[in-house]
């Protein structure tokens, strides 16, 4: 159905230079071509600098003459993006979608998207409002999205463990906690303290 | 200069056409009656360069000459011969034109008696700007520069050096020369206003000392350095001139560049939807005048979707409506209107004769 090979380009040619674009595609799973995994670098002077964003991407039977389903697994606090589900309110990727079109252009869409968010056609009202009235909130209120779901794992386990350690759980129970909630604060403090 | 250049060879040739026939009947003629003095017309021309600056410089001789007025002008007879010498060198018939017309001038030399030098100065310019042209379109030789009339004009010496004019007529002819040369251009001037007279043979007198002599330098003006010193004063600012065109010509490289380029770059080796190499009939394809390039396949995909071209997002079936010169809306009545699938069926078939 999906046409493989342009696919398979399109990853290979996506990922040429995903040092400078800032842009990646890998398989979601080893097999499943349709099933695609997205990350772009959250734009300079934007509050989502600094950030990694994951994007869950499907591509339909009709792909490349339909556009792909794309949605944020990071979550981000966003007017165009729902802060629920990530789903994302972009024209290209519905009545806009052109078949000239990739993924990797999709994604820096989704980048610009980040750097120039569009509130007057919001995917999410509350955000949409905030950002609206009161920008300084919407701002504040982005960085912290940014720095407590879209930084790296690695340097977010660092203070995991040195916040759970402060509480008095020894360094390496914690460590395997987290590893074992797949890096959960939360569900590592309740998991530690119930057991 | 440049817009009077392009601009008047046209119309110099067609009066050399209309001269040309002109003086062929004028030639025929006189030609019979004046065959003595063209002769020695012509063996005047054979005296050496110092016997014409001679002549030039002491225009005394004028004075037992014909009397005429004009012969006080100073009239060197060198650039008159010079041009002669060019247009025989180059061209046979103009050789008998030119001599010819000068006969001619030696027939009505008496109609003009009131020539006066003013006159005659502009009339010679005009004219020698014309016999450069025609020069140009005519001969090989004029715009070339001095070597060739010298070597023209050597030819034309050797021949009439087996007339056998005896040394000591030849001054004589000169001065006669010259008071033809003013005469003739007055007549050629008086004739000018009806038909469009000879202007090879033309240049006569003391304007072509002016005229004629920068004439040739004006001819290969576009070679000239900005710098060169033998450019005239009067050329206007030939660094603007010349860089003028120059950025033109840049401009249209550069769009010859980019044209080019463009055409590489819109000419993709693959489609840019599947992927796919592009074959001659793909590449040759061009459903949208947006100049987006796709396979067939893509093109027929799309159509069987929403019909959008993928370069521009418009509806590919208004396109040649557009074209058409109706709407939309014209088109869809005045294609079939039941369904839009059948539209897009007849596009894709009429697809066919592309192939």
Known sequence: ?195 | MGHSDAASPASAAAARDAKKKRGNRTAAKLKQSKLETRREQWLSGQGKDGKETKVAASPTGAGSNAGSPILASPHPPLPRRRADTRSRGSDPEDREEAAAATLEVGGSDLDSPMHSPGSDKSQGGGCAQRKGFSGNGGGPSLSSGSSVWSSSRSVSDAEEDHTGCPEDESEVLDDWEAAADALYDDDSHCHQSSVPTTPPPAPTNAAPANAARPEPIRSKARAWAPDDIFRPQSLPSISKQASFPASIGNCWAGMGMSAAQQGILSLPLSCPICYEDLDPTDSSFLPCPCGFHLCLFCHNRILEADGRCPGCRKQYNTVPAAEGGGGPRATMIGREMANIAPVRLSRSCSMGPRY
């Open chain 1, 1 to 195: 159905m999906v046409d493989v090979s342009r696919v398979q380009k399109e990853l290979t040619e996506c990922n040429r230079d995903r040092e400078v674009s800032g842009v990646s595609i890998t398989l979601h799973d080893g097999a499943n071509i349709s099933h695609l995994t997205g990350t772009i670098a959250g734009p300079a002077d934007s509050p989502y600098e600094g950030g990694t964003f994951t994007i869950d991407i499907r591509l339909p039977g009709g792909y490349p003459f339909e556009p792909p389903k794309m949605q944020f697994v990071t979550k981000v606090w966003h007017p165009n993006i729902s802060s629920q589900n990530g789903a994302i309110c972009l024209d290209i990727l519905k009545d806009q979608w052109s078949p000239a079109l990739t993924l990797k252009t999709a994604l820096l869409s989704l980048q610009a998207l980040l750097s120039s968010p569009a509130p007057d056609d919001p995917q999410d009202a509350v955000v949409a409002q905030q950002y609206l009235r009161d920008y300084p909130t919407f701002a504040a209120t982005a960085r912290y999205w940014t720095e407590a779901f879209a930084k790296s794992a690695s340097t977010g386990m660092e203070e995991k463990v040195q916040k759970l350690v402060e509480m008095g759980f020894p360094e390496d129970l914690v460590r395997s906690t987290l590893k074992s909630v797949d890096g959960d604060e939360n569900l590592a403090l309740e998991k530690l303290c119930s057991g």
